[in-house]
């Protein structure tokens, strides 16, 4: 529906930018007509009606391209808006994220690695002093197993 919406407005900002041109063309149509008729005035062949009418003619048309023009630009610029707010990037729905978390095992407990110089039982100050070294106070096993730090004792 959000695509067709903006189909919609793409047909109007284009027909607009027509019926603005098609304005400017009649506009400078009537400019040339009313300079023609001039010279053949001036030649004694010109028409005292065309030179009342025409610049009246002259200024509608200049109105509605001016009436146009502002029309088109306020279209584009609403254009522009639409499209720029319109996500194009894809996005995972939130029933698909709960069916890729469902999917992942759960792990109950870490395995534990005994390195030759973690044979023995760590204090818990030698554990503190441990993770001010690695710079770690979580409580990540994967992490903890990376840095060489014990896991955590759950209580």
Not at 39 to 68: A, C, H, M, N, Y
Not at 125 to 131: A, I, K, N, Y
Request: aromatic fraction near 10%; proline fraction near 5%.
């Amino acid at each position: 529906m959000e695509l067709l919406k903006t189909a919609g407005i793409a047909l109007a900002v284009l027909s607009s930018w027509l019926f603005t041109a098609f304005c400017t063309y009649k506009f400078k149509q009537l400019s040339g007509k009313d300079f023609v008729n001039e010279l053949r005035t001036e030649l004694g062949g010109g028409s005292f009606q065309e030179s009342l009418i025409l610049p009246v003619k002259k200024f509608i048309w200049g109105l509605l391209d001016l009436i146009s023009l502002f029309v088109s630009i306020g279209l584009s610029l609403y254009l522009v808006t639409n499209l720029s707010a319109y996500d194009t990037s894809p996005s995972l729905k939130k029933q698909e994220t709960v069916k890729i978390e469902q999917s992942v095992p759960k792990v109950n407990a870490a395995p534990q690695v005994v390195h030759e110089e973690q044979s023995r039982e760590l204090t818990d100050e030698e554990v503190r002093q441990l993770e001010i070294e690695k710079n770690y106070f979580g409580d990540d096993p994967i992490v903890r197993k990376r840095l060489g730090l014990p896991p955590k004792k759950t209580e």
